[in-house]
């Protein structure tokens, strides 16, 4: 086990973090195989047992910086397939993802999306991902309460944008409420259930929502 030096300066937390990323398995393959972060073998493993990005798909991925899950979508739909990244921060080129630097939350965000992907009824999303966590404070229910905001807000997102059949796929923290979201979920999509890929850490609280088969015709709930 490599530990940490000169980490007098650091907090316990900031310690007790920078510790697990030395000895993640995750993280070394990620640095050997080029891609951007641990967090691509998520999407990856996930994938893998549930089949979401289909070759030709068109994907959508919300808070995607710094990319690792818009990596895997690229690979994985090919070049007859369509990857959309959406951050307000900057993200680096990443081949065969067209990213826009933009706020998912803009009122004006989901026609603008449709356009891109073909206008109207055709410019439907197949998939919407969203790997986002709200900066975290160390409390363990506010913490919670952002997380799920964000979930709740990528699900109304996923629901203009998506075609009929489609999938959303989004990080949340075990807690209680997101129970609601996965029962509002189960309205509008044929399959949902809570998934937890082996790269998830098993010490953390973070679960996936997988919903899939949407039944709507992308227009939000009132």
Not at 4 to 20: D, F, Y
Not at 56 to 70: F, T
Not at 169 to 196: I, N
Request: charged letters at 25%; one cysteine or more; hydrophobic letters at 45%.
């Amino acid at each position: 086990m490599e530990r940490l030096k000169g980490g007098k300066r650091r907090t316990p937390s900031s310690r007790a973090w920078l510790q697990r990323q030395l000895n993640d398995p995750y993280v070394a393959r990620a640095a050997r195989e080029g891609l951007r972060s641990r967090a691509a073998y998520k999407l990856a493993e996930i994938d893998d047992k549930y089949h979401l990005l289909k070759p030709a798909a068109r994907v959508v991925d919300l808070g995607a910086a710094p990319g690792g899950w818009s990596e895997v979508a690229a690979r994985r739909v090919g070049a007859s397939g369509r990857v959309i990244a959406l951050d307000i921060l900057e993200i680096k080129p990443i081949a065969g993802v067209e990213i826009l630097q933009l706020d998912f939350l803009d009122a004006a965000a989901p026609e603008l999306l449709k356009e891109r992907l073909g206008g109207k009824e055709q410019g439907r999303a197949d998939v919407v991902l969203s790997d986002m966590a709200a900066n975290a404070t160390g409390h363990r229910q506010t913490d919670h309460l952002r997380i799920m905001a964000l979930a709740e807000a990528a699900a109304a997102f996923a629901r203009e944008v998506l075609a009929p059949g489609g999938s959303f796929l989004c990080k949340v923290l075990q807690g209680g409420t997101e129970a609601a979201l996965l029962a509002e979920l189960k309205r509008d999509f044929a399959s949902v259930k809570h998934v937890k890929p082996p790269a998830s850490r098993s010490d953390s609280a973070e679960l996936y929502l997988l919903a899939q088969g949407f039944r709507g015709g992308g227009s939000a709930p009132g």
